[in-house]
């Protein structure tokens, strides 16, 4: 339409998802489940015309293939460009690293190394059945649940709603104080031991309540003041602050830190 300005029609040839339409349509509708005339027909119907009002031909495919793949390259490449100069530097030597420890007391060039024993925990033939709601029987929640968790890695527990996600996790946790649990839980190859379990992990329940009065570093430095035993690492509460200052930036919470809990 004439009321569309002229330059917009720039923006349709840099378009990337326009050359990607034009040339599925031109390979659809050039191909042999259609005549030639029937085809070209449609194309023109559609607006796929050149200047001279004739419909585009085939290597109007191949010409996409040569827009679209510098383009993709251009793009990958400006990404990985951007993304290299904003991300932060969570590495144990950054410069803001040196700076936190020596304000804290740590000599420069201090590396934060807190003794943590790798640990693997098992379960196998997991069950547990709680008092059915109605009449004496039985509700078998969990039945034969074999896993392990392995040290150093990232283990998704995936399922549908109500398949017993939440309910084995605090069975591992030894959160459940009724029913019945049957099976074996091994820490490192040892049966589970409810005092040296408990304080050997960090369990974060799905509706846990966090002090919306706290800021995300306060939360985090208060469970380090509890759970950080002293030690050559974090002999005091100042190294303390400064071991939680190194783990927000590995988690790329530093510019988060002082918001409040809940306002994001």
């Not at 003794?115 to 709680?130: A, H, I, K, M």
Request: charge should be negative; include cysteine.
């Amino acid at each position: 339409p004439d009321v569309i300005p002229g330059y917009y029609r720039y923006l349709y040839w840099w378009n990337p998802l326009a050359w990607t339409y034009r040339a599925l349509l031109v390979n659809e509708f050039t191909s042999d489940s259609y005549g030639e005339e029937e085809g070209k027909n449609i194309l023109i119907a559609l607006g796929f015309v050149d200047s001279d009002g004739n419909a585009y031909g085939e290597q109007w495919t191949m010409l996409s293939f040569i827009y679209l793949a510098p383009y993709t390259l251009a793009c990958l490449c400006l990404s990985g460009y951007i993304l290299s100069k904003s991300s932060p530097n969570t590495g144990s030597h950054s410069h803001s690293d040196v700076s936190d420890n020596h304000s804290s007391g740590q000599p420069a060039g201090h590396v934060f190394d807190v003794p943590f024993t790798p640990v693997t925990l098992s379960f196998e033939d997991v069950g547990y059945e709680v008092k059915s709601s109605k009449g004496d029987g039985k509700l078998k929640i969990l039945n034969g649940v074999n896993g392990v968790f392995r040290p150093g890695r990232m283990c998704a527990l995936m399922g549908a709603s109500g398949a017993g996600k939440t309910t084995l996790m605090d069975v591992i946790a030894m959160r459940k104080h009724t029913g019945t649990v049957t099976g074996k839980i091994r820490v490192n190859g040892f049966d589970q031991d409810p005092h040296s379990f408990r304080r050997s992990i960090g369990y974060v329940e799905q509706f846990v309540t966090v002090s919306s009065q706290l800021t995300v570093k306060e939360s985090v430095l208060f469970s380090a003041k509890l759970r950080l035993a002293e030690s050559a690492e974090v002999p005091n509460d100042d190294a303390k602050e400064a071991f939680v200052d190194h783990i927000l930036r590995i988690l790329e919470l530093t510019k988060e830190k002082d918001f409040l809990i809940g306002t994001g």
